[in-house]
């Protein structure tokens, strides 16, 4: 249970590296940026299943959920 909610803070905290959207924290990026990613092929690494999971949770609407544990799990600086 602690390893699925370290997952989830590292995902709410994580943001994109490269591109448009550098800098963007994952959960603010556009769903169609992700539905683009999805027909050309997510990167094969970490961030790649990060934007996946994303692409999930944006389709299903739960940006509410990312933002939450944001507020419930400050991050240390």
Do not use: C, H
Request: glycine share 6%.
């Amino acid at each position: 249970m602690v390893d699925n909610r370290e997952k989830l803070v590292e995902l709410a905290y994580a943001k994109m590296p490269f591109g448009k959207y550098k800098g963007y924290y994952l959960v603010d990026i556009p769903e169609a940026y992700y539905l683009w990613f999805r027909q050309k092929g997510f990167p094969e690494n970490k961030l790649g299943l990060q934007m996946q999971s994303m692409l999930e949770i944006k389709t299903n609407e739960l940006e509410p959920l990312i933002r939450n544990v944001r507020k419930l799990y400050p991050k240390k600086v």
